[in-house]
């Protein structure tokens, strides 16, 4: 391997982008890749802007996939997400993007590690941050994979073909060997104490990714924020990230909310919902109340999500179908019907099924999503020769 250029794919999935590598192609030691990963990226840019990089300097686009092909049975290609700090030299590893998982498939068909099948091809794709079988229905004609289609996604300004993506219930040999319940604190809703904003109301669930939810109007807010209007909001930003970090503490994915802020910036999401009412997209585009089941808003490593993350979507639709959780006092849903969400750029419909198990609580089962995906560029990503520096690693 030539230390100054590295095969590369940059794709598109779903609302997000970022940088695809085959892991055989970067370093053994973490640390070392980690470095690497970062030079490509731009990161830490005190900028903000990763000029030097190959980042899109926001957490939809500063993003890093690893794939490989996977030694387990029931899987064909293992899949690492890394989720890149844009003013630190962090890669935080602890979850999943669900928007890339969409292009993982099309990846791992287009570079030969999965046979393709003309019509639909599965990919059994297995996720390594957090330990699930992900199952990726990829469409394919004449051997290659279809990008263009009808499908259409709000938040994606340009139609495609659809992928659909059905997630299963994780698995408890995945990272550590544990896998938190659905429920980490076996309650549908508990009460955080925040520092500066007093004791809170919320849903704490690992569904997707690990999420904390809580109501809108708790925080003075209505659901119906566009990212600027929050994003300049200092003492809000402070209070969720004074939110997310204590629901970090009271999940058991930090040993302390100044851990949780330092180095686990991805996961736990924070987020909050109200209930259905007509806005405006951040395309200018009216949402009527009858189109959706709830209004909610999602921040991503700090910053107000311009749609909804797809791990969020997963946590949101296994709460809205989880009796007791606040997700379900407010959605407009039905039992078996998918929970359409009213985000930032529109709507997204995502269906989750939990069951409650004899003397072992509620367990998510299954959630079903679909995107689409695209190959931006194909070829190599050039560093300097200088060494990329010494990043930390979540």
Known sequence: ????????????????????????????????RDALLLRVIGS????????????????STSKVVLIAPSAREDCDVDFLFGAVAIGEPLIDWSGNCGNLTAAVGPFAISEGLVAPVDGLTRVRIWQQNIGQRIDAFVPVRHGEVLEHGEFMEDGVPFPGAEIRLEFHEPQPEAGDGAVLALLPTGKPQDELAVPGLGRIRATMITAG??????RADALGLTGRELPDEINRQRKLLAQLEAIRAAAAVRMGLADSAEHATASRPATPKVAWVARPASYRSSAGVEVGAERIDLLARIMSMGKLHHAFTGTGSIALAAAAALPGTLVAEIARTLPGVPTRIGHVSGVLAVG??????????????????SRSARRLMSGWAHLPASSPGQPQSA
């Open 1 to 32: 391997m030539n230390p100054r250029r590295i095969p590369a794919v940059y794709m598109r999935g779903g609302t997000s982008k970022g940088v695809f590598f085959h892991l055989r192609d970067l370093p053994r030691v973490a640390r070392e």
């Open 44 to 59: 830490p840019d005190p900028y903000g802007k990763h000029t030097d990089g190959l980042g899109g300097a926001t957490s």
């Open 209 to 214: 990714n690990p999420t904390v939810f809580v």
């Open 352 to 369: 989750a099924e939990v069951s409650r198990r004899a003397g072992d609580g509620w367990r998510f089962d299954k959630a079903v999503l």
